[in-house]
């Protein structure tokens, strides 16, 4: 099992920025996929974000060109920069460690925009 860990979040003015981190426990090279979600209150999770092991990338349409995912090897840690925030990206953001026959999850961390 692969331990997640997320940090970074926080409350943002709206138009404000945040970056996320998320640190595994094992090396995420060996990851198949990183992958950021989020959830509202009384809403399902979604898909934000995700960085495959050769650096491909993947978005949700309403965050394009807003956030960014990366991931730094040598640390074990994906990032998830996110910028000109609004009151919709409210959320808890967990991170997820999808290696095919197996996922894991981190505990989340909430991002807060006031408008």
């Known amino acids: 099992q692969v331990q997640l860990v997320e940090s970074g979040g926080g409350l943002v003015q709206a138009g404000g920025s945040l970056r996320l981190s998320c640190a595994a426990s094992?090396?995420?090279?060996?990851?198949?996929?990183m992958r950021w979600y989020r959830q509202a209150p009384g809403e399902k999770r979604n898909f934000v974000a995700s960085?495959?092991?050769?650096?491909?990338?993947a978005y949700l349409d309403s965050v394009k060109g807003r956030f960014t995912i990366s991931k730094d090897n040598a640390k074990n840690t994906v990032y998830l920069q996110m910028s000109s925030l609004k009151p919709e990206d409210t959320a808890v953001y967990f991170c997820n460690a999808d290696r095919g026959w197996h996922s894991d999850w981190g505990k989340g961390t909430q991002v807060t925009v006031s408008s």
């Open positions: 094992i090396s995420i090279d060996s990851i198949n996929y």
């Open positions: 960085i495959g092991r050769i650096g491909n990338t």
